[in-house]
């Protein structure tokens, strides 16, 4: 019997799902075609239809991951709140999700497991960096913004100044793995976003509590 496309994005969708738990786990080195599809509830067979190898599924879900972060961008700084406030806003935002929201836990859990595979699959969606990549021009523009308003201190690097946002948020994202339960990042996350943009900025409002 012929499946319906529904069935088929089921299907699709339950692999993705699948691997999601294993890379979780075990890492994309460790993990197997038949860990997978065994989490999954499915054939050897349905895997291979959907994707070449273990590779290409996790590629799928890094670019899944990315798009977590541009919609959190989205929310966060296109708008018109003060540049210190998208800047806050948004950290607290990605810190926040990163340990309430189970699903977007488990992508940042996914990429801890680091080896020459995981490097590969980055480079490759780095070769594509414009459609699947988490942009940085509009936190280049808010710093900007902040710098012409006299809201951000004029002596700021623009380039080291958003390596230093994702290097902090996905540090405090990685620590909080690392010491679940020890260390509640979510309950926190307001406290320490605010530290660190003192380093940008004396003006640091504390109107947006996330």
Known sequence: M???????DQTKDQLIEAGLVVFGKLGIQAARVEDI?????????????YFKNKFELYTRLLE???AYYREIIHECMENELPPIERLRTYMVSVMTRAVTDTRFLAFNEMILHKSPQVEEAL???????KERMIPTAV????????????????????????????????GAITFSIINRGRFPLD???SALVDAFL?????????????
Do not use: C, P, W
């Open 139 to 170: 936190f280049i523009k808010t710093i900007e913004d902040g710098i012409t308003t006299g809201e951000i201190r004029s002596e700021i690097d623009v380039g080291v100044a958003v390596t230093n946002i994702f290097i902090f948020v996905h």
């Open 123 to 129: 480079g490759k969606l780095k070769a594509n960096e």
């Open 198 to 210: 003192l380093g940008y900025t004396n003006q640091v409002s504390t109107e947006t509590k996330s």
């Open 187 to 189: 309950k926190v996350a």
């Open 37 to 49: 599809v065994a989490e999954a509830g499915v054939t050897r067979g349905a895997f291979y239809y």
């Open 64 to 66: 899944i991951r990315a």
């Open 2 to 8: 012929k499946r319906t496309k529904a069935e088929a």
